[in-house]
């Protein structure tokens, strides 16, 4: 307490933390150990109920409960906003109490049909829970701590899986012991139901929560929608994953260890997803993130194929272990690769589980068991582990090959730097190799929306340029130059109004038909490298997607009036439209001043424009450190730099040319 009376903020809680956020986390807490534990029960009760005697027959049964609890996250995710107008406390009970129900009926009713049916309805009651989860504890945290708060709940609900998987193996031992071996899942139902009810008692001591529920895309259109390689990567693993899942009841059954051991590859799985994760962004801090994603997916995939082809529990559960703490790096790693499409990276990850879980026990089972020598047998299972490792690792290598931050230096000595926690720099020579003829300059555009950090990665780049004999000319849009100027007041001031899309279109392309024949062009032709703060691209994205206008006919008239100069490298920072707002100065420009809807366009804009030519563009997070992006990009412009000294000139004088501004 202070002097006044008032409560001292505890320095290490977490930032916007109050008694009825910690509460709501315990609660998240408790039904997230209820859910993961659902998994491990549903199926084992689907094992038990399929009474086949070879354990790979049970196999369908069991990844039926598995795709029926999955399936509504993929295929029923945009419904949720129908409980939006629901008090959130009364949805969060109802969906701890509607599992509760269900898992209490399982062994009473005592059908596979039923199991299957549970197995659908829980995965039902969880979807307007998660949503409810991820927005409710922002809402309580305020809108400055909200991003914080939604990453705290998240890391409650996925961190519970750990616990669900040990809880659950704990539990199978204590059946076992008391009933004997092979007994039913009785025991964990009961107790996952138990942890439900405390979930739901947690949550009716809560304070007031607020109403509503953001709207949910549908995780099979994001998956198309908003495309990327870095998805592919987290494609591979969920399908490598899933199909640990898939199989483990069956492989554990067939070594002899059963539910136990089942559980322990389940935990081992989740301890080391949940390290890998956590522990990501600390892991080889100073490599490439693409180049951490594109190993660590090969990586879980070698492990996977050791883990097919051994025969003994414990080597198991911990090679699923290791296999999940590559896929919790390669998780967090693709997520700093393309921070903006989480959603994307979500739902690859659950459409690539669900498709594993639902098609590959099947085929486990047609399979069947086939005996190689006296000592081995080959099961359907390990094939289709061996195929999870296979399709993840293709997977993991398509994704590095079409994203690789890091072109032209070489992988091992990259990753041996990095192993000794440093950065690799290619010696001079190697890094200014001439990749093109220098006959022209070069041309390295720098874009994206309102404060990404444009001009200050153009003037580092610039800098580091001259700093190695290069002839470096820096210029920007509009405005370069002196008609640009009066076009650049003319188009940015707020006592512009009501100038016309298409007029405001030919504006900035008659300021870039200038710059080209002034500036960009002579330059070029005496072989400079030219850095430009804005190019056509700003043409297409703002006028296009975010005035609404047709992006092709923009890109004809800009053809005309660049006289079809492209840029040999365009350097695109993405950064979040309010937040590099919050990074410039009041007031805003007439442009600046555009709703948020706006700027959203022009952002979703830029990033189409950088898929549809990919081997053109550096996509970067604007969010990170300045030195890291300065970082990356002199990376990627070392690939398409000349010889800073002519082959002629170095003969005459072997001297270095003069540095020239
Ligand atoms: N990576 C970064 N992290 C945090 N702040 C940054 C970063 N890069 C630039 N800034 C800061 O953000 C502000 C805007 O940067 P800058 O002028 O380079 O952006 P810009 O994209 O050129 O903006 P504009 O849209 O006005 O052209 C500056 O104060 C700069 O110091
Ligand atoms: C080249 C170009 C620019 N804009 C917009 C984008 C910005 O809001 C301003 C330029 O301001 P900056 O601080 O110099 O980045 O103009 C546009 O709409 N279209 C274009 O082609």
């Known amino acids: 307490m202070t002097r006044t009376g008032v409560t001292r903020p505890d320095p290490a809680a977490p930032p916007g933390d109050s008694p009825n956020l910690r509460r709501l986390r315990t609660a998240l807490a408790l039904s997230g150990t209820g859910q993961w534990l659902s998994v491990g029960a549903l199926t084992a009760m689907a094992g038990v109920l399929a009474r086949d005697d070879a354990p790979l027959d049970r196999a369908p049964a069991i990844g039926l409960v598995l795709a029926l609890l999955l399936a509504p996250a993929v295929l029923l995710a945009p419904l949720v906003p129908v409980v939006g107008r629901l008090d959130r406390r009364t949805v969060l009970v109802a969906a701890d109490l509607v599992r509760l129900v269900l898992l209490v009926s399982v062994p009473l009713v005592d059908a596979q049909v039923w199991t299957a049916v549970a197995a659908f309805l829980v995965g039902l009651a969880a979807l307007p ?23 705290a709940a998240l890391r409650t609900v996925f961190g519970a899986a750990p616990v669900a998987g040990v809880l659950f193996a704990v539990l199978s031992l204590v059946a076992d012991a008391v009933a004997g071996a092979a007994t039913r899942a009785d025991l964990v139902l009961y107790v996952t139901a138990a942890v439900f009810l405390a979930s739901a008692i947690a949550v009716v ?26 998805g592919l990567a987290v494609l591979g693993l969920a399908l490598a994953g899933g199909a640990i899942v898939a199989v483990a009841q069956v492989e554990a059954v067939t070594l002899g260890a059963g539910n136990p051991g089942y559980g322990s590859v389940l935990a081992g799985l989740a301890i080391g997803v949940a390290f890998g994760a956590f522990e990501g ?10 180049r951490l994603l594109g190993l660590a997916v090969p990586a879980g995939a070698l492990l996977l194929l050791v883990l097919a082809l051994v025969h003994n529990l414990v080597v198991v559960v911990f090679l699923a272990g290791f296999f999940g703490v590559a896929a919790g790096i390669a998780w967090s790693a693709a997520r700093s690769v393309v921070p903006e499409r989480i959603g994307h990276l979500r739902s690859a990850a659950l459409v690539g589980a669900l498709v594993a879980v639902a098609v590959l026990p099947p085929v486990a089972a047609a399979v ?16 289709v582990l061996l195929t999870g490792a296979v399709l993840a690792a293709l997977l993991g ?11 032209g230096i070489p ?11 440093e950065r690799y720099t290619p010696p001079l020579e190697e890094a200014s190799r001439p990749l093109r003829p220098a006959e022209r300059g070069v041309f390295v555009a720098f ?10 990665q153009a003037r580092l780049a610039a800098i580091w340029l001259r700093d190695h004999g290069y002839d470096v000319v820096t210029t920007h849009e509009p405005g370069a130059t002196k008609i640009g100027m009066r076009l650049r007041a003319m188009l940015l001031d707020r006592d512009t109004t009501g100038l016309s899309p298409r007029a405001e279109t030919l504006l900035y392309a008659a300021d870039r038909a200038d710059h080209v024949a002034n500036v960009i062009l002579p330059a ?15 043409s297409l994205a703002y006028q296009g997607y975010g005035r609404k206008q047709p992006v092709e006919d923009i890109a004809k008239l800009n053809g005309w009036a660049t006289q079809g100069l492209v840029p040999d490298l365009t350097v695109l920072l993405m950064v979040q439209p309010e937040a590099g707002l919050r990074r410039l100065p009041a007031p805003a420009d007439r442009i600046e001043s555009e709703p948020a809807e706006f700027h959203e366009r022009v952002r979703d804009g830029f990033l189409a424009l950088a898929e549809a030519e990919p081997d053109r563009y550096l996509v970067l997070d604007a969010s990170r450190p300045q030195s890291e992006l300065s970082r990356q990009i002199q990376d990627r412009i070392r690939e398409i730099l000349p010889d800073p000294v002519p082959a002629a000139a170095e003969d005459v004088t072997s001297t270095f040319p003069a540095i020239t501004d």
């Open 129 to 151: 829970w998660t949503t409810v989860v991820t927005t409710t504890a922002p809402a309580l945290a305020g809108a400055e701590h909200a991003e914080h708060a939604r990453t």
């Open 205 to 230: 001591t809560l304070g007031d929560l607020p109403r509503g529920a953001d709207p949910v895309p549908s995780p099979l259109a994001l998956l198309f929608r908003n495309g990327s390689a870095a």
């Open 281 to 290: 962004p600390r892991v080889l801090a100073v490599f490439s993130r693409v």
């Open 368 to 383: 069947g068991t086939h005996r190689v020598n006296d000592d081995y047998v080959f099961t359907g299972a390990q094939a």
């Open 397 to 407: 290598l398509v994704a590095l090959r079409r994203l690789d931050d890091r072109r």
């Open 411 to 421: 992988l091992v000595p990259d990753l041996a730097a990095a192993l000794r926690g």
């Open 447 to 456: 874009e994206g929306g309102e404060g990404a950090g444009k001009t200050t």
């Open 524 to 538: 070029m032709a005496r072989g400079a490298i030219v850095v430009s703060d804005r190019f056509v691209d700003s």
